[in-house]
C-alpha cells in the first residue's frame, strides 16, 4: 500500500513526455499519403560540373564577405582599444594586435576569391571563372 501511495504522486518528467513525442510525430507524419503527381524524391542541386563550379564559387563568395565583414569588425575593435588605451603599452599592443588580425581576414578573404582561377590556371583550362566567382563591388 505504501508504494502505490508512493508511485501515485509521482510526477513525470518532461523528458519522458518527449521522448514519447519523439516516438509517435514521426509515424504519424508517414500516415498522410502523397497526392498524385507529386514526386517525393528531391532533385540534386548538383548535376553538372557547371553546378559544381557556381556551387564552389557561391561558397567562396560567402567566405570573402564574411571575411570582409570579420575585418571591418576587427578593425573597428581595434580602433576602440587604441582609443581607449590611453598610452598603455600592453593596450596598445592588443590593439596592433587585433589590427594583424583584421589585415589577415583581407588577404584570406582576396585569396579565397583568387583561388578558382588559380585552380583553373594549374588545370590548364583556358576558361576563367572572373565572371562567375568575382564578387560584386
Known sequence: MELAKKWRYRRIDPAYILALLGLVIPSLAGAFATPPGISTTPTPPINTTGDLTRFLCTLLLWVFWALIVLAVLFALIAAYRYVT????????????KTLLYAAIAVAVAIIAVGVP??????LGN?????GVCAPAF
Open 117 to 122: 582561377d588559380l585552380i583553373s590556371s594549374f
Open 126 to 130: 583556358s576558361q576563367s571563372f572572373a
Open 85 to 96: 588605451s590611453s598610452g598603455e603599452p600592453e593596450k596598445r599592443s592588443k590593439a596592433n
